[in-house]
């Protein structure tokens, strides 16, 4: 995107890895809602992190992610200093400007309090589970050898009582990371597991390959 290509020429031109970005604590509230109702897991409404390394390597570091926009309106004012507004965040041509001008105030009305804090807040609780539930699938993988030299993945009778959030994260590795298929998503997982639950062989102790 054009957005990404300037900041990775701007750190080129400025020979530092690092850009630092302003979002705030209801950019990211606005970003786990959308990737919510696009259909993402655990991983997709974690939010924003922190500090994120691009692809090109450049570090993207956003040291406002906790504070209200409100706060940073104040510290702007009262401090006098200059800034430019984005001219398309006013535009209701833009999902997540109907986001931030519509539903978050909506949201707030509703349940008479700090939505987007809650929204966060849940975020990060989601992507700490997702990290903890992959570093789980992936020592499976490793202490039962699952992934073969020519990039199958064995099937062994223990995949019969491990728990389906180990197992979806070990087909979505060995998809999307091992063989790199693309257009892997919920829908695909979900069919595989079923797949699975199929052809495996617990009762004779036979492994399959896949």
Not at 173 to 186: D, F, S, V
Request: hydrophobic letters at 40%; charged letters at 25%; one cysteine or more.
């Amino acid at each position: 995107m054009a957005r990404e290509e300037f900041f990775q020429r701007l750190a080129a031109e400025c020979q530092t890895p690092f850009v630092f970005l302003a979002h705030h604590l209801e950019d990211n509230a606005e970003t786990i809602i959308g990737n919510l109702f696009r259909g993402a897991g655990s991983g997709g409404v974690s939010g924003m992190k922190t500090a994120t390394v691009t692809n090109a390597g450049w570090v993207k570091l956003r040291p406002l992610l906790t504070v209200h926009r409100a706060e940073i309106d104040g510290y702007v004012r009262v401090r006098k200093l200059s800034f430019r507004e984005d001219s398309s965040n006013a535009s209701p041509g833009h999902r997540r400007n109907r986001l931030r001008h519509e539903v978050m105030p909506l949201l707030d009305a509703v349940f008479l309090r700090d939505t987007a804090s809650l929204v966060v807040r849940h975020g990060a609780l989601a992507g700490r589970d997702d990290d903890c539930l992959n570093a789980v699938a992936l020592e499976f993988m490793r202490a039962e050898r699952l992934l073969q030299e020519d990039g199958s993945l064995r099937i062994i009778a223990a995949m019969n009582s491990t728990h389906p959030a180990i197992m979806s994260r070990v087909l979505k590795h060995w998809l999307t990371r091992e063989l790199k298929t693309p257009g892997i998503g919920h829908r695909e997982i979900e069919a595989a597991l079923h797949t699975l639950a199929h052809i495996r062989d617990p009762q004779h102790g036979h492994d399959h390959g896949s």
